[in-house]
């Protein structure tokens, strides 16, 4: 009789330990998907980051452009009336620059809603 129950309580530990198993490998399949969506999150936040770099780069450089052509506004708003077309064009390039300026902020939080709809 105790060989019996003994018995017994080795095949409960045995099913114990196969349920154990079980779900460890449950939660190791988990964890490798879960290491594989990190890794692409990191992949994605990384080129997010290149993309704000570049963006963050190039409104820089526009700013510095559109400061420049401010100063060359003012000086021809004393010049003649042949500079006067100049002056136009400068401020038509100007509004170009800042569209593109709205275009690439506008692509930036695009991607970012994106982004945080995927995550």
Same mark, same amino acid.
């Given at each position: ?9 080795? &095949? ?9 198993? +079980? &779900?460890?490998?449950? $939660?190791? /399949? *988990?964890? /490798? ?9 990191? %992949?994605?936040?990384? %080129?997010?980051?290149?993309? #704000? /770099?570049? %963006?963050? *780069?190039?409104?820089?450089? !526009?700013?510095? +452009?559109? *400061?420049? $052509?401010? +100063?060359?506004?003012?000086? $021809?708003?004393? *010049?003649? #009336?042949?500079?006067? =077309? ?11 620059? #800042?569209?593109?300026?709205?275009? $690439? ?5 695009? =991607? %970012?809603?994106? !982004?945080?709809?995927?995550?």
């Amino acid at each position: 009789l105790q060989a019996q129950l003994y018995k017994v309580e080795i &095949e409960k530990e045995q099913n114990r330990n196969s349920v154990l198993n +079980q &779900e460890n490998q449950q $939660l190791d /399949k *988990a964890r /490798k998907y879960l290491e594989s969506k990190r890794k692409e999150d990191e %992949h994605r936040i990384s %080129h997010l980051l290149d993309l #704000q /770099k570049k %963006h963050n *780069a190039t409104q820089l450089h !526009f700013e510095r +452009q559109s *400061a420049n $052509l401010n +100063q060359s506004v003012e000086g $021809l708003e004393n *010049a003649n #009336q042949a500079l006067s =077309d100049n002056v136009n064009n400068l401020t038509q390039q100007t509004n170009e620059q #800042q569209n593109k300026i709205v275009q $690439l902020i506008q692509s930036s939080i695009s =991607d %970012h809603k994106e !982004f945080q709809t995927i995550k």
